[in-house]
């Protein structure tokens, strides 16, 4: 099936561009790994999303998700795997299917860093987590540690005092505690970009290369959101670029 753009994760980068490219009068697709909504999926209480105070993740993600339903966008559920250039266009590949576009956005945000070899050695097969409000409540009463010195580390050390009996806090090159039943890690995140190595130009860090304009260095592919070389990583920001890749694929189609 051919689609004027594809539009590579639907998070809000990915779902604010696939709205824009629809509404523009143009055919898209959304493919998706996971779940819409991405790494925000899991938060509660947002206080910087404008107009809609408090709302948690889940929410915001299924109301923009209920509006590319209204638009008629059209969302699927696998893991790209590769995206070639070809002389009509793009080839991107999922795990069970490939489709065929004229220009691609990619919104495929970031994932939690994992632990070092030597620290998943240390945990062995205690249950390790990249998120405390998803599974702290599992470990009501008994010890915990979390990994990390940041502000996501010091947020979940505060959400888990409340409910398990010790919270230890290392650094990400520490031992882990004996007697600590569960790992909460929090040491940063890490581009979701490893397949587009080949296709687009990556920083030192992984994250693909592009100005506020949001092109990056394969004329057809574009970027929006967190996976992209920037100062803010936000909500509104990912909004913010989704709406502004959406324009340059776009004009880009519009040109060829
Ligand atoms: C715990 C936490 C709390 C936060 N709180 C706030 C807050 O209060 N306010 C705020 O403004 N920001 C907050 N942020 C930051 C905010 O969540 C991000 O800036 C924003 O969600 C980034 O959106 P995105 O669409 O760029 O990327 P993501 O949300 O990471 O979405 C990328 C999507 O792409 C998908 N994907 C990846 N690779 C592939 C592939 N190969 N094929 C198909 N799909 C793929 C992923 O599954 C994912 O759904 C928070 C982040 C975290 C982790």
Redesign the pocket.
Known sequence: MKYDVIV?????????AAIYVKRAGKSVLV?????????????I?????PGDYGVS?ADLAGKIYEQLGKLGIEVEY????TIEKTSEGFTVK?DDDEYSCGAVIL??????RRLSEKQAADAGKRAVSY?A?CDGALYKGKPVVVVGSGN?AK?EMKYLENIASKVYHIHHDEPIPKDAEAVFVAIG?TP??K??KDLVDLNSEGYIVAEEDCITSCSGVFV?????TKQV???????G??SVAAEAAIDYLAKK
């Open positions: 590579v994760g639907a998070g809000i980068a990915g779902m604010t493919l998706e790994s996971v779940i819409h909504g991405g790494q925000i999926i899991n938060t209480g947002i206080e910087n999303w993740g696998s893991e790209v795997e999922t919104a495929v945000g970031t994932e939690p998120c409000t996501t947020h995140r979701n970009t397949f587009v929006a959101g967190d996976c992209r990583r936000q909500l509104v920001t990912a909004a670029d989704g």
